[in-house]
């Protein structure tokens, strides 16, 4: 098992940045790792990024390809977000989350459901 805690949301105007945490407890290193967010008023997670549990392959949404940056340290059991945020569109409760597998080219890595563990999220609100 793991236990996921985020932090590091907060308000940040467009064009700015930000950067969030996921503290890792448990069998962290073992994991496959991602990150989905929930904007206001959706009721399904939408992929973001995702990396692999020895940070061999990182993967990212269209959306935020070329501005959000996935990174992990497993000797300190934490994974990152670097955001360069553009735009209001990225207003979202973001959440961390672990898959107990590996994940490959196949694109399977953007479904929620595979990720056995999550955060409870952190919010992130872009001003404009």
């Known amino acids: 098992q793991v236990q996921l805690v985020e932090s590091g949301g907060g308000l940040v105007q467009a064009g700015g940045s930000l950067r969030l945490s996921c503290a890792g407890s448990g069998r962290f290193s073992a994991y496959a790792m991602g990150w989905f967010r929930q904007a206001p008023g959706k009721e399904e997670r939408e992929f973001v990024a995702a990396i692999t549990y020895n940070s061999d392959t990182t993967y990212y949404s269209d959306s935020v390809k070329g501005r959000f940056t996935i990174s992990r340290d497993n000797a300190k059991n934490t994974l990152c977000l670097q955001m360069n945020i553009e735009r209001p569109g990225d207003t979202s409760v973001y959440s961390c989350?672990?898959?107990?597998?590996?994940?490959?080219?196949?694109?399977?890595?953007?479904?929620?459901?595979?990720?056995?563990?999550w955060g409870k999220g952190t919010q992130v609100t872009v001003s404009s």
């Open positions: 989350a672990a898959h107990e597998g590996y994940i490959d080219d196949s694109g399977y890595y953007t479904a929620a459901q595979i990720y056995e563990y």
